[in-house]
């Protein structure tokens, strides 16, 4: 079946220590997406890439990085700059032919906690 | 800057009937979404208004009128595993991001 893959589904870390959330997709989407979920708010957009090699900064980039040498790979690090990394974060794609139809299909979240 | 606003819980009666607003503040977008997410889930995409009026998807239909700023979700014969939030989110025209709203908790008694 297709879909997307997020790891690990919970994560735990240190103050100071570098994180990396993978995200693997086998839709054959060109676009994917990083979106972080706070309790009580919608969803924030933190990177994005619509091809390899390519990613661009959403609204809350700040202390993130991504990386994009695969089209079906799309894995997110939080760093030690990230001030309050605890949340959920939600990977998702999409094919850039439907980019108007408003569909994302999204992985089922790595939950992060920092100690 | 653009902005969705929703109610942050809603409780309705198993069987019931129950409506879901969202409206929004925004210089100019293609259409509006609707996703469900349950609790430590995904959210899973349920419906989109690219243009004025409803939309029917079995139980659930989405309505959209750009003259009033406003959309919403209906859902019919409440069951319980509708319990979950609900998310409006607005695909914006300047590079087709999507914008969300904060989400609806949706509460559903026996």
């Known amino acids: 079946d297709g879909g997307i893959t997020q790891s690990p589904k919970y994560l735990f870390r240190k103050e100071g220590q570098n994180v990396t959330l993978s995200c693997e997709q086998n839709?054959?989407?060109?676009?994917m997406y990083w979106y972080r979920q706070d309790p009580g708010q919608g969803l924030r957009l933190i990177y994005y890439?619509?091809?390899?090699?390519?990613?661009q900064k959403g609204d809350i980039a700040e202390g993130y990085s991504v990386s994009r040498e695969k089209k079906e790979s799309f894995p997110l690090t939080v760093t030690s700059a990230q001030k309050n990394p605890t949340a959920f974060y939600l990977c998702?794609?999409?094919?850039?032919?439907?980019?108007?139809?408003?569909?994302?299909?999204f992985g089922e979240g790595s939950r992060l906690t920092v100690l | 800057g653009q902005s969705l606003e929703q109610p942050s819980e809603v409780t309705a009666v198993e069987g019931a009937i129950v409506q879901i607003n969202c409206t929004y503040q925004?210089?100019?977008?293609?259409?509006l979404s609707w996703y469900q997410q349950h609790d430590g889930g995904a959210p899973t995409f349920l419906s989109y208004?690219?243009l004025d009026g409803l939309e029917e998807t079995g139980r659930f239909s989405s309505f959209l009128s750009r003259s009033d700023s406003y959309g919403y979700l209906l859902l019919q014969e409440l069951q319980m595993k509708d319990s979950a939030s609900y998310f409006c989110?607005?695909?914006?025209?300047?590079?087709?991001?999507?914008?969300w709203g904060a989400g609806t908790k949706l509460i559903i008694k026996p």
């Open positions: 998702a794609s999409r094919e850039l032919d439907r980019v108007n139809t408003g569909e994302l299909f």
């Open positions: 839709l054959n989407h060109d676009a």
């Open positions: 890439s619509q091809i390899v090699n390519d990613f």
């Open positions: 925004t210089s100019g977008f293609y259409g």
């Open positions: 208004n690219g």
């Open positions: 989110a607005l695909t914006m025209d300047s590079n087709y991001q999507l914008i």
